[in-house]
């Protein structure tokens, strides 16, 4: 299959399958000067051969070959494996029907009549390359929008939604190989304090700044989140207790140590001193029985993290084995 993607409008590559080397040179120099790339070769045998090894956009092909003509030409053009088929353009000095018509209904996409106009020839060129332009920024349009619809703007960081795929993902992992999964949630202290005192830009600083220094504490594996408000969640694949707490302490420290600068024109002066608390769920266990349970369990021992003072990191306990499922 042709890796090659159309390049963009601007420099569209042509191949040219023309016995005169005379048509060649002048269609590969008028078109050169408009941006249009030619590679000029002399037969049917080395277009194919062209098509395999180079990256081409279309084919100028002569209706007239010696060997194999331009007909057969093409029906091996149309054979080769590719993701979009190649637009075709046809020449040949013959301008009756019944020359044209077979080219036509073999699926070529155009056929000009020689002496071509080179004019004639790169509008037909740009506006066959068109709609493949379009599919392509159409394709990188819905690759954008996608990325915008897992990431957070604030922090740059997974969404909910993200947390949410991930979380099934690391679960069927958890299910096909019983290897431990352990997950976080991060909450910061009294966060509401910081957006009272000096107001939602400097709110929004910390919640970068805590974000920052989480993805910091944690290795590459893990994946971070923002779940949501002044919360994020942390997924530790292959993680056990020792691992998981091991993460956690790691992060509380880095956010303690972080001292997120205020933003520009903020009434806070000097760097803000930012905390968090952590709770910590781990599976397989017993009494949890989807993603939703596993983090209903960090959360509530998030909760109890707060209700013991904060900055403080808590594990949930596990269900004992005969699967009764813990309060
Ligand atoms: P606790 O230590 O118990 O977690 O207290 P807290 O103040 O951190 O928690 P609480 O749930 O009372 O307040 C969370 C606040 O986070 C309330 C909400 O206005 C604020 N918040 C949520 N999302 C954003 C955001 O995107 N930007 C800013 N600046 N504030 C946000
Ligand atoms: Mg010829
Ligand atoms: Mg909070
Ligand atoms: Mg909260």
């Known amino acids: 299959v042709s890796p090659a993607g159309p390049k ?3 420099h569209p590559r042509v191949l040219h399958i023309e016995d005169d080397p005379g048509e060649r040179d002048s269609l590969a120099a008028a078109l050169g000067l408009v941006g249009i790339e030619v590679h000029g070769v002399a037969d049917g045998a080395q277009g194919i051969a062209a098509l395999e090894s180079r990256s081409v956009d279309l084919v100028v092909l002569d209706l007239t070959l010696p060997g194999v003509d331009g007909l057969e030409v093409f029906n091996r053009i149309r054979r080769l494996p590719r993701e979009v088929p190649l637009p075709v353009i046809f020449l040949s000095g013959r301008t009756e029907m019944r ?3 077979p080219a036509l209904k073999a699926g070529a996409v ?9 004019e004639e020839l790169e509008v037909r060129i740009r506006a066959l390359l068109q709609p493949r332009d379009d599919a392509v920024n159409l394709n990188n349009e819905t690759r954008r929008l996608r990325v915008l619809s897992v990431t957070d703007p604030l922090t740059r960081l997974g969404n909910r939604r993200a947390f949410d795929g991930e979380m099934l993902r690391a679960w069927a992992r958890v299910e096909e190989t019983k290897s431990p999964l352990a997950l976080l949630v991060v909450d910061i202290d009294h966060f509401k304090s910081f957006n009272d005192r000096y107001g939602h830009r400097t709110g929004d600083e910390v919640l970068r700044g805590t974000a920052r220094a989480i993805e910091t ?6 994946k971070v989140f923002r779940y949501g408000g002044e919360e994020f969640v942390v997924i530790c694949a292959d ?22 600068s205020p933003p520009v024109g903020s009434t806070a002066h000097g760097p803000l001193a930012v905390t968090v608390s952590l709770g910590i769920a781990l599976v397989p266990d017993p009494g949890i029985k989807d993603p939703a349970a596993h983090f209903e369990a960090a959360d509530r021992a998030l909760q109890a993290a707060k ?14 084995a005969d699967g009764v499922a813990s309060g």
């Open 110 to 118: 155009d056929f000009c009549v020689k002496p071509v106009r080179v």
């Open 8 to 10: 963009g409008g601007e």
């Open 239 to 260: 993680t056990g207790a020792d691992g998981a707490l091991l993460t956690a302490e790691r992060v509380r420290n880095a956010v303690a140590q972080a001292r997120v």
């Open 307 to 320: 209700a013991a003072g904060r900055n403080r990191v808590i594990v949930a306990a596990a269900a004992p």
């Open 99 to 101: 020359h044209r018509l």
């Open 217 to 222: 504490a944690t290795r590459k594996a893990d």
